[in-house]
Nanobody, 118 residues
Framework: QVQLVESGGGLVQPGGSLTLSCAAS????????MGWYRQAPGKQREMVAS???????NYVDSVKGRFTISRDNAKNTVYLLMNNLRAEDTAVYLC????????????WGQGTQVTVSS
């Protein structure tokens, strides 16, 4: 079992920045591929960014050039730096962990709300 706790959400004006953090409970954090997903009211959950256990990153097209995902294995934490935020980025952001070998081991955090509004 891996517990994921997100933090860093809040209200920000368009064009502003936020950094989300996701702290994992397991010391085997480095064995997990990590991802940030988001879900807006009435919309399907979508993958925003992911980072593999080896450090390979991937982004949905709508956030490329604005968001950066990173991880600190020593702190069991994954981050999402979000710049130039837009109203359409408003959503609940959820952290996801999937074991790189045992891919049926998938865990989710509770989510943190990001609201972009003037």
């Amino acid at each position: 079992q891996v517990q994921l706790v997100e933090s860093g959400g809040g209200l920000v004006q368009p064009g502003g920045s936020l950094t989300l953090s996701c702290a994992a409970s397991r010391s085997t954090f480095s064995a997990y591929d990590m991802g940030w997903y988001r879900q807006a009211p009435g919309k399907q959950r979508e993958m925003v960014a992911s980072i593999s256990s080896g450090g390979t990153t991937n982004y949905v097209d709508s956030v490329k050039g604005r968001f950066t995902i990173s991880r600190d294995n020593a702190k069991n934490t994954v981050y999402l730096l979000m710049n130039n935020l837009r109203a359409e980025d408003t959503a609940v952001y959820l952290c996801n962990a999937q074991h790189r070998a045992f891919t049926s081991l998938i865990f989710w955090g509770q989510g943190t709300q990001v609201t972009v509004s003037s």
